[in-house]
Nanobody, 121 residues
């Protein structure tokens, strides 16, 4: 079992920045592929970014060049640096862990409870 807890969400103006954190406890963090997803009201949960055990990363086209995913295997943490935020980035952001890394929800076995990000125009 892996327990995931997100933090760092909040309210920010368009063009601003936020840094989300995901703290993991339980089994060895470095064994897992990690990802960020988000869900806006009335929409499906969608892929944002992933970082593999090898630290290879991938991003959704909508955030590429603005968001950066990273991980700290020593401290069991993952981060999402979000710059140049837009109102359409408003959503609940979830971190996820799984045996592989990818853009599908089925790639992940464990999920956090989410943290709200609101971007005002």
């Amino acid at each position: 079992q892996v327990q995931l807890v997100e933090s760092g969400g909040g309210l920010v103006q368009a063009g601003g920045s936020l840094r989300l954190s995901c703290s993991a406890s339980g089994r060895t963090f470095s064994r897992y592929g990690m990802g960020w997803f988000r869900q806006a009201p009335g929409k499906e949960r969608e892929f944002v970014a992933t970082i593999c055990r090898s630290s290879i990363t991938a991003y959704a086209n909508s955030v590429k060049g603005r968001f950066t995913i990273s991980r700290d295997n020593v401290n069991g943490a993952m981060y999402l640096q979000m710059n140049s935020l837009k109102p359409e980035d408003t959503a609940v952001y979830y971190c996820a862990a799984g045996g592989s890394c990818g853009s599908s929800r089925s790639d992940y076995d464990y999920w956090g409870q989410g943290t709200q990000v609101t971007v005002s125009s």
